[in-house]
């Protein structure tokens, strides 16, 4: 089992930043795979951003470019660096994982949303 705490969601202008966190606690050494997603109200959730147990990040093209992921394993939490914010990043932000199971842990959601 996998219990994942985000936090770092709020309320920011057009062209702001964020920083999302995921902390992860439970069975960390069995995740092969971290990821955030995102669910804008009235539509699907999105898969954003991924990075895998040795390091290597793949981002969604609505993201690339802007937001970053990353992860500090001694503190066994990931992160989302959110820079140049658009309001149609305004969404429930969620964090994933994926064990050597492929049974995937969702954290509770933090919600973002940028004015304009």
């Known amino acids: 089992q996998v219990q994942l705490v985000e936090s770092g969601g709020g309320l920011v202008q057009a062209g702001g930043s964020l920083r999302l966190s995921c902390a992860a606690s439970?069975?960390?050494?069995?995740?092969?795979?971290w990821a955030w997603y995102r669910q804008p109200p009235g539509n699907q959730r999105e898969l954003l951003a991924t990075?895998?147990?040795?390091?290597?990040?793949n981002y969604a093209d609505s993201v690339k470019g802007r937001f970053t992921i990353s992860r500090d394993n001694a503190k066994s939490t990931m992160y989302l660096q959110m820079n140049s914010l658009k309001p149609e990043d305004t969404a429930v932000y969620y964090c994933?994982?994926?064990?050597?199971?492929?049974?995937?842990?969702w954290g509770q959601g933090t919600q973002v949303t940028v004015s304009s």
């Open positions: 439970g069975s960390i050494v069995s995740i092969n795979n």
């Open positions: 990075i895998t147990s040795g390091g290597r990040t």
């Open positions: 994933n994982v994926v064990n050597w199971y492929s049974r995937d842990f």
